[in-house]
């Protein structure tokens, strides 16, 4: 034993390797974290923000076909919007904007289709 090197034919001491199922510290990988993750608050500004603006071009139209195509250009606008804040900006108020566009929309054809059933003549042109 002196100096001696160990017995060749001795068992191999390998290194402990854990199973996973129980970590055992840190994840090898770092963790992404979102800049700017979805929260109430933005999607209820969003929602604000899109139920404003569709109010405000609703105001525009004088009659039926005037709302609903105000509506309309109004609901793609603030639809491209959202685009460009799901790519660059907060994705919680692209939200809010989305599903009260898709509200909106929804409002202005249910007016269309009653003023076409009542009147029988489509309302749009």
Request: no cysteine; glycine share 16%; proline share 10%.
């Amino acid at each position: 034993m002196n100096g001696q090197p160990g017995h060749p034919g001795g068992p191999a001491q390998l290194p402990h390797i854990p199973s996973g199922l129980f970590p055992s510290g840190p994840p090898r990988r770092p963790t992404w974290r979102e800049p700017h993750p979805i929260t109430g608050a933005g999607v209820a500004a969003g929602g604000a923000l899109a139920a404003a603006w569709l109010l405000l071009f609703g105001l525009l139209g004088r009659d039926v076909p005037g709302y609903a195509w105000w509506t309309v250009v109004a609901g793609a606008v603030a639809w491209l919007a959202a685009l460009t804040l799901v790519r660059y900006g907060d994705r919680g108020v692209a939200t809010g904007v989305a599903i009260v566009t898709g509200g909106g929309w929804s409002i202005a054809f249910a007016i269309v289709v009653v003023r076409w059933a009542t009147s029988a003549d489509w309302p749009m042109w």
